[in-house]
């Protein structure tokens, strides 16, 4: 299997400029999740899907973060407009079941660097 | 506000020796505890996990002890590789949530 894909693996962008990142899950696993990995405050759920359906978006920090999921195979994080803050990695994630302990698989990421 | 903290952002160990890594989570409510290890470029990857049933859950080098009246967790790994050396987080979920709350990570560097 091929594990979960991120695309691209590194971002680079002016402030103000849009910014979409991809993830490809493994497949059968009916639970995405998108995180975000900075020193201070290390992983931070960010949202989540189940069966294509958003369940929590409450880790989404402002108004230009907005992620979809249009099918079991694919999903998108996007930002709009980027700011220097949103420099961060990036993760999405999987999981076969939902609940207490559920092992998540996490792509290789996408390091972003807003100028 | 943390509800999972590493308040250790890293550690440097001798090869072959023991390695301790701690976590203190405020919640009760958390009621299963996970260890996932990253190296650089890479996704963290799962290494080993507990349930608050239990107080120790061991699996080759690598044995989780939890605490749950201090609420504190700690990861030790006997005999500490180079192989070893990433960043480590600690998370946390409960029962009535898909979510994993995870920590800053530490960063431990096994040197020969």
């Known amino acids: 299997d091929a594990g979960v894909i991120q695309s691209p693996r590194h971002e680079v962008t002016e402030m103000g400029q849009e910014v979409t990142l991809r993830c490809k899950p493994i497949s059968g696993h009916d639970y995405l999740f998108w995180y975000r990995q900075t020193m201070m405050r290390g992983l931070e759920l960010l949202i989540y899907?189940?069966?294509?359906?958003?369940?929590?978006d409450s880790g989404m920090p402002e108004d230009r973060f907005s992620a979809k999921m249009p099918n079991a195979s694919f999903s998108t994080l996007k930002i709009q407009p980027s700011e220097p803050r949103d420099s961060a990695v990036y993760f999405c994630?999987?999981?076969?079941?939902?609940?207490?302990?559920?092992?998540?698989?996490f792509g290789p990421g996408t390091r972003l660097t807003v100028l | 506000d943390q509800q999972v903290k590493q308040n250790s952002p890293s550690l440097s160990v001798q090869e072959g020796r023991i390695s301790i890594l701690n976590c203190d989570y405020t919640?009760?409510?958390?009621?299963?505890f996970l260890w996932y290890k990253k190296y650089p470029a890479e996704g963290p990857t799962f290494l080993i996990s507990?349930?608050?049933?239990?107080d120790k859950n061991e699996d080759g080098r690598f044995t989780v002890f939890l605490n749950k009246s201090a609420k504190h967790l700690s990861l030790h790994i006997v005999p500490s590789q180079p192989g070893d050396s990433a960043v480590y987080f600690c998370a946390a979920s409960s029962y009535n949530t898909d979510k994993l709350i995870f920590g800053t990570g530490t960063r431990l560097q096994v040197f020969p």
């Open positions: 899907f189940n069966n294509n359906v958003p369940i929590d």
């Open positions: 994630a999987s999981s076969l079941v939902g609940g207490t302990g559920n092992e998540q698989f």
């Open positions: 507990i349930s608050s049933i239990k």
């Open positions: 919640n009760s409510m958390f009621d299963y």
